[in-house]
């Protein structure tokens, strides 16, 4: 009699009957031989398959959380994102791509408690779009010196 869990010699010997015939790869020299899939890694190959396997989901989950950002805004020239300055660069650069760190883009992480703005009693939600309508921000003209007042305010 063979193993209940893996099959005994007979469970082999159909198996092979079954794919008798078929060029698959796997059937090839020590096609008999039952494999030992419960093996100790080394260190090493058990790090490399940690790494394969995290980095595997990394990508896979990068590529879906990337596929609804509006990366066509960043290819074009006329934000001027290059020749700006650092501070103003890095404002035109979050504000585009939606990672801008206002109320509305900490909420969706549980960072704030509410995504409503801080600075003005309206009720709306803090975004880029609200920026210009802003009480608060009503003395400043230029939508960048607008995000990093509200940034400042916020803290």
Known sequence: MGDPVFGGP??????????????????????GILQNFCRDLT?????????????????????RVARDKPWSTLRKKSHGIPSSPRAAAVAKFRLLTG???????LFRFNLVSSPICVLCDTGQDMTV??????????????????????RCLMT
Not at 43 to 48: E, G, M
Not at 137 to 143: E, G, H, P, R, T
């Open 129 to 150: 779009a609200h920026l210009d309508e802003c009480s608060a921000l009503n003395d400043l003209n230029c939508i960048v010196k607008r995000y990093w007042r509200a």
């Open 99 to 105: 990672h801008d760190c206002l109320c509305a883009h």
């Open 10 to 31: 007979e469970h082999r010997m159909l198996h092979q009957e079954f794919f008798e015939g078929y060029p698959f790869p796997w059937q090839k020299k020590g096609t």
């Open 43 to 63: 260190l090493h190959s058990a790090k490399l398959e940690i790494k394969r396997i995290f980095g595997e989901s990394f990508r896979l989950t990068a590529s």
